[in-house]
């Protein structure tokens, strides 16, 4: 595989990763419906349906008489190969299929259905043409050349691939070579140590690498749907090593992967193995209180704790950091758009049925929803051109899911249903009511521009529901690449702004662009919340809390 191909392949990985609200779906029947309702569509309004196949007629006689100004658009990579623009026979081939999907679209677009009708149109006539997309087919000209250029033998590689994920796969293009990495070899090397473990979670104790640390600690909250070490990935990537070497002494939590058996396990589960968590933490550093980082949906859960905390008046956290993390799910993106009454309630049913929700099943759900990204890609890497799946952490770190108990699947629903974190007593925990206006420590909150998955806005949104002083940061990135952010990279870009007024592209017009990782504009913002320096400890633990397994502990091998 080329350079060129392979980044590629990792730009849009890291761009395009699970990590999902894990909320919402589509389910086959919802696809099945809207497929239907789109081809009752024609039979409905047949002079409209008419005038797109004679407007789509006059476009295909100007691309056979060479006329036509169709082209893909600039950011569409899958037509790079020279031949589809040189070659008059592709040219046309390209041609017709951009004409044909143009035309599709505007026929949906310009009939009678409702605005909700026209989105789920626009999406199942997207799931159908990407699928027969010219690129997908043995004429693709780069499979073309590959096939001459290898005497045949990438076919029977494609081939031999293909079988391998009909049995291995479920019959998905596979998205990484699961062979190249192991966690705790190659991924996930940063020293430290299991220094507490309940049924939940286990507490990792990072060794720190200065000489003086600051006094007040850090504990990073990851999502329960992926595992932790998206925090450790490799060296260069790794935030945990970053935030040792910014004198923060690090700790992560990484959660248990959970069974059937741990089905009844809810929100209030998962707050309460936090607070022993925190607890051990103040033990261990003789720290009075700590800063928090959650991410996705481990930010929901920090926040709940801190509601908590507010309600039975516990003063253990002084800052956070909210990453990629929805509280207002007033979303109006994709994932959203099958989200029902009844899908809702049918997800939770399978999830309760089964005790837990697969994140296989998810990342499976997902993919259908950016296929270009998460299926044709492969499709054509693995199978057309020959190549092995390629070898890049991010992609590993996806693929190795996890699942959620039904119990706290079934709450998160419930929050998307209600919205509950925006009105105040609406939500409970361990008892408590939550009011997120009560809730006024200083808070750093990052979002990226081009996330699906958390749009910016919402997360600005959420950001206006909490009482502290907040630094709202946009990453110019996606989901992942927004914490994945290591400071170096030319193409990085983030905005600040202290105002935040009602409106999000209010903020943006005023907001300050800076250049580079937002890693470093973070580092000084906790730094001035992490207290005094002292000298740091290089033994982990302590006498009641001593170090166990090394890093990356045992949960994290849990499949």
Same mark, same amino acid.
């Given at each position: 595989?080329?350079?060129?191909? /392979?980044?590629?392949?990792?730009?849009?990985?890291?761009?395009?990763?699970?990590?999902?609200?894990?909320?919402?779906?589509?389910?086959?029947?919802?696809?099945?419906?809207?497929?239907?309702?789109?081809?009752?569509?024609?039979?409905?309004?047949?002079?409209?349906?008419? !005038?797109?196949?004679?407007?789509?007629?006059?476009?295909?006689?100007?691309?056979?008489?060479?006329?036509?100004?169709?082209?893909?658009?600039?950011?569409?990579?899958?037509?790079?190969?020279?031949?589809?623009?040189?070659?008059?026979?592709?040219?046309?081939?390209?041609?017709?299929?951009?004409?044909?999907?143009?035309?599709?679209?505007?026929?949906?677009?310009?009939?009678?259905?409702?605005?909700?009708?026209?989105?789920?149109?626009?999406?199942?006539?997207?799931?159908?043409?990407?699928?027969?997309?010219? @690129?997908? @087919?043995?004429?693709?000209?780069?499979?073309?050349?590959?096939?001459?250029?290898?005497?045949?033998?990438?076919?029977?590689?494609?081939?031999?691939?293909?079988?391998?994920?009909?049995?291995?796969?479920?019959?998905?293009?596979?998205?990484?070579?699961?062979?190249?990495?192991?966690?705790? !070899?190659?991924?996930?090397?940063?020293?430290?140590?299991?220094?507490?473990? /309940?049924?939940?979670?286990?507490?990792?104790?990072?060794?720190?690498?200065?000489? =003086?640390?600051?006094?007040?600690?850090?504990?990073?909250?990851?999502?329960?749907? /992926?595992?932790?070490?998206?925090?450790?990935?490799?060296?260069? !990537?790794?935030?945990?090593?970053?935030?040792?070497?910014?004198?923060?002494?690090?700790?992560?939590?990484?959660?248990?992967?959970?069974?059937?058996?741990?089905?009844?396990?809810?929100?209030?589960?998962?707050?309460?193995?936090?607070?022993?968590?925190?607890?051990?933490?103040?033990?261990?550093?003789? =720290?009075?209180?700590?800063?928090?980082?959650?991410?996705?949906?481990?930010?929901?859960?920090?926040?709940?704790?801190?509601?908590?905390?507010?309600?039975?008046?516990?003063?253990?956290?002084?800052?956070?950091?909210?990453?990629?993390?929805?509280?207002?799910?007033?979303?109006?993106?994709?994932?959203?758009?099958?989200?029902?009454?009844?899908?809702?309630?049918?997800?939770?049913?399978?999830?309760?049925?089964?005790?837990?929700?697969?994140?296989?099943?998810?990342?499976?759900?997902?993919?259908?929803?950016?296929?270009?990204?998460?299926?044709?890609?492969?499709?054509?890497?693995?199978?057309?051109?020959?190549?092995?799946?390629?070898?890049?952490?991010?992609?590993?770190?996806?693929?190795?899911?996890?699942?959620?108990?039904?119990?706290?699947?079934?709450?998160?629903?419930?929050?998307?249903?209600?919205?509950?974190?925006?009105?105040? /007593?609406?939500?409970?925990?361990?008892?408590?009511?939550?009011?997120?206006?009560?809730?006024?420590?200083?808070?750093?909150?990052?979002?990226?521009?081009?996330?699906?998955?958390?749009?910016?806005?919402?997360?600005?949104?959420?950001?206006?529901?909490?009482?502290?002083?907040?630094?709202?940061?946009?990453?110019?990135?996606?989901?992942?690449?927004?914490?994945?952010?290591?400071?170096?990279?030319?193409?990085?870009?983030?905005?600040?702004?202290?105002?935040?007024?009602?409106?999000? !592209?209010?903020?943006?017009?005023?907001?300050?662009?800076?250049?580079?990782?937002?890693?470093?504009?973070?580092?000084?913002?906790?730094?001035?919340?992490?207290?005094?320096?002292?000298?740091?400890?290089?033994?982990?633990?302590?006498?009641?809390?001593?170090?166990?397994?090394?890093?990356?502990?045992?949960?994290?091998?849990?499949?």
């Amino acid at each position: 595989m080329s350079n060129k191909n /392979n980044e590629d392949l990792q730009r849009q990985a890291s761009e395009h990763t699970l990590n999902l609200n894990p909320v919402i779906g589509i389910r086959g029947k919802d696809l099945l419906t809207s497929a239907r309702m789109v081809l009752l569509q024609a039979i409905k309004q047949p002079f409209h349906s008419a !005038k797109h196949v004679a407007h789509f007629g006059l476009e295909l006689k100007n691309v056979l008489l060479g006329q036509s100004e169709l082209q893909p658009e600039s950011d569409d990579r899958r037509f790079n190969d020279p031949a589809w623009s040189q070659n008059p026979l592709y040219r046309r081939y390209l041609q017709t299929y951009l004409a044909w999907r143009k035309e599709l679209h505007e026929w949906i677009e310009d009939s009678n259905l409702s605005g909700q009708d026209t989105s789920r149109g626009h999406f199942v006539i997207n799931l159908m043409t990407e699928a027969m997309a010219p @690129t997908n @087919t043995m004429a693709n000209p780069a499979a073309v050349k590959r096939f001459f250029e290898t005497g045949g033998k990438s076919l029977l590689d494609g081939l031999s691939h293909l079988a391998k994920d009909l049995v291995n796969n479920g019959g998905m293009p596979s998205q990484v070579n699961m062979d190249a990495f192991e966690v705790g !070899k190659n991924l996930a090397t940063t020293e430290g140590a299991v220094v507490f473990r /309940n049924d939940v979670l286990e507490l990792i104790q990072y060794k720190p690498i200065t000489e =003086s640390v600051h006094e007040r600690p850090l504990l990073v909250v990851p999502p329960q749907i /992926n595992k932790f070490y998206v925090f450790d990935l490799s060296p260069e !990537k790794s935030l945990a090593r970053f935030c040792l070497r910014s004198s923060f002494q690090t700790f992560i939590v990484s959660w248990r992967n959970p069974t059937k058996a741990q089905r009844e396990w809810g929100l209030s589960t998962y707050i309460g193995a936090l607070k022993e968590a925190i607890d051990v933490i103040l033990k261990i550093t003789g =720290s009075k209180d700590l800063n928090v980082l959650g991410a996705c949906s481990g930010g929901i859960t920090t926040v709940a704790l801190l509601g908590h905390y507010q309600a039975i008046g516990e003063n253990k956290i002084n800052a956070f950091t909210q990453m990629v993390s929805v509280l207002d799910f007033n979303l109006n993106n994709q994932v959203a758009l099958f989200a029902d009454e009844m899908t809702l309630e049918a997800a939770k049913r399978r999830s309760y049925q089964a005790g837990v929700l697969e994140g296989k099943d998810m990342a499976k759900v997902f993919a259908w929803m950016r296929p270009n990204d998460l299926i044709w890609n492969y499709w054509v890497n693995n199978y057309l051109m020959g190549n092995e799946p390629p070898a890049f952490d991010i992609l590993y770190w996806n693929n190795d899911t996890t699942r959620l108990p039904a119990a706290f699947h079934g709450e998160l629903v419930e929050m998307f249903k209600t919205n509950a974190l925006t009105r105040p /007593n609406a939500l409970e925990v361990c008892g408590t009511p939550i009011d997120l206006k009560q809730v006024t420590c200083d808070f750093f909150c990052l979002a990226g521009t081009t996330d699906h998955i958390t749009p910016w806005e919402a997360c600005y949104r959420s950001a206006l529901l909490l009482g502290g002083k907040c630094e709202f940061v946009l990453s110019n990135s996606g989901h992942i690449q927004s914490i994945l952010n290591p400071p170096g990279n030319p193409k990085a870009r983030f905005s600040t702004g202290t105002e935040l007024p009602a409106d999000p !592209k209010a903020w943006l017009e005023k907001a300050t662009k800076h250049a580079d990782s937002w890693w470093l504009y973070w580092q000084n913002w906790m730094a001035e919340r992490s207290g005094k320096t002292k000298k740091a400890s290089f033994s982990l633990g302590n006498k009641a809390y001593p170090a166990g397994e090394a890093s990356p502990g045992t949960y994290v091998h849990e499949r």
